[in-house]
């Protein structure tokens, strides 16, 4: 769909408004001058009293507005089976560090499940999914790095480590994760056959869908090492410019903004709202259990594998590499090619990130 | 004057086509070709030329020689096995079976389904665990032909290429099967009162007339073969990691996804200058033996 509405504006004929994920994913449309700045329109509606700062930055290109946040997806987070973890007597709330994460998967291998973490990598995000998580919980110095496309040495102890971390954590993996796909993954979780998926909090629809309960079959805990920290995926509306409706395109951004609007959207989409100030019982309970824990999160950081953090040129080549890391598991290959891929786009790091 | 009229008439008739071609096919890769000459990266098209800095660029790159490896593979066992394959079964289906009709259309059905499709279906059948293929063998007893397909790096583009080879032996089948049917009855009927077996008749009279066939057909399988790409976009997305990217799929991650236009453009017209390699020499061929 993003080729298409590359074409789609490139020719002249881009709809009214379309989403797209805030931060790098916009960059190419603002820096073709395919956006219209909307300071304006954020000043009227007083957004920047009711959405937090690192979101704020994530719709801005050069210190202007070009994006309104519909809603706020979560990326770290760990959906687990309550039933096989009460079985085995793990208790979630000790995983807050890999170390403690990787001891309960032993656990639960010698307790006969043979793979505890399921993963499916088909389309190659997924694993880039993973691999952000474990950069975070590194430390958010470490992760604003990254993003800012600093971190270019291929020995950088930190990146090591991460990928090093992530092996670990493959060798707790159903074989045929290259044959699955995310929702797939989330379907073993659902079932019992695995204990553990890393996967954005879009994953809650399938649990909703398959019946399952909040706090009762299923439960959340962030990615280990990233307590307090809310990683983001966004999705937001933009003004493209010479639009054949410009007053329905703003209009719309209105209704996108608002609270009535968020509040109408998010408790459907299974998603939180950008604003602090929702109607909170409008949402279900995994959902609430979201928005304390973003109104509370010490830092967010934009999400690298849905096109916010990095450059797409960047992003896209990750996706590559991080599949052929999950097949060879070769750790300083996968630094090596990971670092090289940040030198080639370093031209295209345009945004500064302040995360901490 | 009636000469130069008629072909004046004849020219008219064929403009219209000519400036369509002309204009989206050629006047288009030509455009790619200027594309591929200048620095154009992201959403504004940008004219700078800069020589052939995107093609020595392109040299230096390992996901490009890995393409080019893959669709060298490609060439190498789809070509071959899809002639083969189609060859037998046209052999099989010339035998004036009761059911020919039926088998004919069972054969030639994977080629007429979208491509899309078939590859979404390989895809479920290659999976390891609860694919078709795996679950087969194991319930015949086969179960040590188990294997990863897809999902082993080490032999995906086998798998891609052995489904891609059951995709096209219906066309080869029916092409070759055309080719049988136009040998004349009289020859085959000499050769069987002259007491030749079977496998000699097929060997000495049949396979030799089948040269134009089988030449027909291993240019399309190669032009295929070197612009393959939605059926290993949806089987694998070039992954395992780069273990079944080719040329094409490069294109398309480098133009959309990276928005890198002018480094997709030469890949395109490297791509267009490879395939001109095997079509030109076919088409001189063929127009000289029409003119035999």
């Given at each position: ?18 989403q ?108 880039t ?74 994953a ?9 309960e ?17 990683g ?15 007053e ?51 830092y ?18 990750l ?38 | ?21 002309g ?7 030509g455009?790619?070709?200027?594309v591929?000459?200048?620095d ?31 669709n ?25 079976v009761?059911?020919e009709?039926t ?14 499709i ?34 082993d ?140």
């Amino acid at each position: 769909m993003k080729a298409v509405m590359k074409s789609l504006v490139l020719a002249g004929e881009a709809p009214d408004a379309f989403q797209m994920h805030a931060g790098y994913e916009g960059k190419p449309y603002f820096d073709a001058g395919y956006l219209d700045p909307i300071s304006d329109l954020w000043k009227e509606e007083g957004w920047e009293a009711a959405i937090p700062k690192v979101v704020q930055d994530m719709v801005k290109f050069n210190g202007e507005y070009y994006a309104v946040p519909v809603n706020i997806h979560r990326v770290n987070v760990v959906w687990y089976n309550k039933a096989v973890l009460d079985a085995n007597g793990i208790d979630p709330a000790t995983l807050t560090n890999w170390d403690a994460f990787f001891a309960a998967c032993d656990k639960l291998v010698a307790a006969g499940i043979a793979h505890p973490i399921s993963l499916g990598d088909v389309g190659k995000w997924t694993d880039t999914h993973v691999l952000e998580q474990i950069i975070a919980g590194e430390g958010i110095g470490f992760y604003e790095d990254w993003v800012n496309g600093k971190v270019t040495s291929a020995t950088d102890p930190k990146l090591v480590h991460a990928l090093e971390t992530f092996k670990k954590y493959l060798g707790y993996v159903n074989p045929d994760h290259a044959a699955l796909t995310w929702d797939e993954a989330t379907a073993m979780v659902i079932r019992g056959d695995a204990a553990f998926n890393v996967m954005g909090d879009w994953a809650n629809g399938e649990f909703y869908v398959a019946g399952k309960e909040y706090g009762k079959d299923y439960g959340t805990f962030p990615t280990p090492g990233t307590a307090g920290m809310y990683g983001l995926c966004i999705d937001c509306f933009q003004h493209p410019k010479g639009v054949k409706h410009p007053e329905n395109s703003l209009k719309w951004l209105r209704v996108v903004g608002s609270k009535d609007g968020q509040d109408a959207f998010n408790p459907i989409k299974g998603s939180i709202p950008a604003r602090t100030d929702a109607d909170v019982t409008k949402y279900g309970p995994y959902q609430k259990a979201a928005i304390a824990d973003f109104k509370a999160a010490t830092y967010m950081y934009p999400s690298v594998a849905h096109g916010s953090g990095a450059p797409e040129a960047f992003t896209a080549k990750l996706d590559d590499i991080m599949s052929a890391f999950v097949d060879t598991r070769d750790v300083s290959a996968a630094a090596k090619a990971l670092t090289d891929a940040i030198t080639a786009a370093s031209a295209d790091y345009t945004i500064v990130w302040k995360l901490h | 004057m009636r000469f130069i009229k008629d072909k004046i008439n004849t020219l008219l008739v064929f403009l219209p086509s000519l400036i369509l071609v002309g204009y989206f096919v050629y006047a288009s890769i030509g455009w790619n070709a200027i594309v591929s000459l200048s620095d154009w990266k992201g959403l504004r098209p940008s004219y700078n030329i800069v020589g052939l800095s995107q093609y020595a660029y392109l040299s230096h790159d390992p996901v490009f020689w890995t393409s080019l490896e893959n669709n060298l593979l490609l060439i190498s066992l789809f070509v071959p096995g899809s002639l083969f394959l189609g060859l037998f079964l046209a052999i099989l289906l010339d035998a004036k079976v009761r059911a020919e009709n039926t088998f004919r259309t069972i054969y030639l059905l994977p080629f007429a389904l979208s491509f899309v499709i078939t590859a979404a279906l390989w895809a479920w059948m290659y999976n390891p665990s609860i694919g078709v293929i795996n679950t087969l063998f194991e319930k015949i007893g086969l179960g040590f032909l188990k294997s990863g397909w897809t999902t082993d790096s080490s032999i995906a583009m086998y798998s891609v290429i052995l489904a891609l080879i059951w995709q096209f032996s219906g066309y080869t089948m029916l092409v070759f099967l055309a080719g049988i049917r136009s040998i004349p009855e009289s020859q085959i009927m000499a050769a069987r009162v002259d007491g030749a077996s079977s496998l000699n008749l097929y060997k000495r009279i049949v396979i030799p007339q089948l040269k134009f066939s089988a030449l027909a057909a291993f240019v399309v399988l190669m032009v295929f073969a070197l612009k393959a790409f939605d059926f290993i976009f949806i089987l694998t997305g070039g992954g395992p990691g780069y273990s079944t990217y080719v040329l094409p799929l490069m294109m398309y991650r480098e133009t959309f996804s990276m928005t890198h236009f002018a480094y997709g453009a030469a890949i395109a017209t490297l791509l267009f200058v490879i395939v001109m390699m095997v079509v030109v020499p076919y088409l001189y061929m063929s127009s000289r033996r029409g003119k035999e």
